[in-house]
């Protein structure tokens, strides 16, 4: 007698079901103690801001390795990077709100956990984002949305790419200089954006957005862009993932 496994959707991926009071329970209590190291004066932003995602993905990875033991290795995965790409989403949206409404300097908005904002950080996450997805499409993750969200990673880990290269040659200039190079982290401008590659053609210099915004809304708009086109991914192709590897085999009973 086979059994047919019920179907996960990004739903089940989202929902922590009987891990819920759990995952609440972690996240209240990376918030509260996040307040309280801030308010006073234990730890700096960035080391409290550490400590609390990290307290956040503690609480959830109960959720992952159930889902690992009942749907398997993409799903789980899937489920991961979602969840990584939010917290992600979260430290550009906070740049932003430094710059604009706290009137912050580039090189100064930051986000949550400054120590992780570095070119080379960016590099090796959206490359290993990029990694991840040409792993979930090759195990079944064949959509529109799927691709659409591949070419996306692309581009934006091209982008990271060019960005540090720069970054190199900066640092060589800086230390024939024999200055810091804090003053250039997260300050570069890269392909897009104001004073871009983009922005310094003759043929586009004038493009609104591309080439005039700031470097802190470009990376905004970039992930926003591939975390929206990651969960339209997971909800068109989540069940087809799953059954065309995690359970090609049918149990019997």
Known sequence: MSLQPLKPSLFTLLNPGKRLPFVLGGISLAILLWAFLLGFNRLSLSSASLLGFGLVIVSVSP???????????????????ITLQSLHMLEHAVQV???????????????????F??????????????????????????????YALLLWATLHSLEHTYLMFRYWDILKELGLLNLSSSSVTQALPGVLGRDGLLALSSWCARIPGLSTAPRSVIHFWWNFGELSLLLLAAYKGTSQLSFSHSFSKKETL
């Open 117 to 146: 904002n570095v070119e080379w950080v960016h590099f090796s996450w959206n490359w290993l984002v990029w990694l991840l997805m040409v792993f979930l499409v090759m195990r079944g993750l064949r959509n529109g949305w799927a």
């Open 63 to 81: 959720k992952w390795l159930d889902d690992v033991k009942r749907w398997g290795l993409s799903i789980g995965l899937l489920g991961v990077v």
């Open 97 to 115: 709100f430094q710059y604009y409404w706290l009137g912050w300097t580039a090189n100064k908005s930051l986000g949550l956990i400054s120590a």
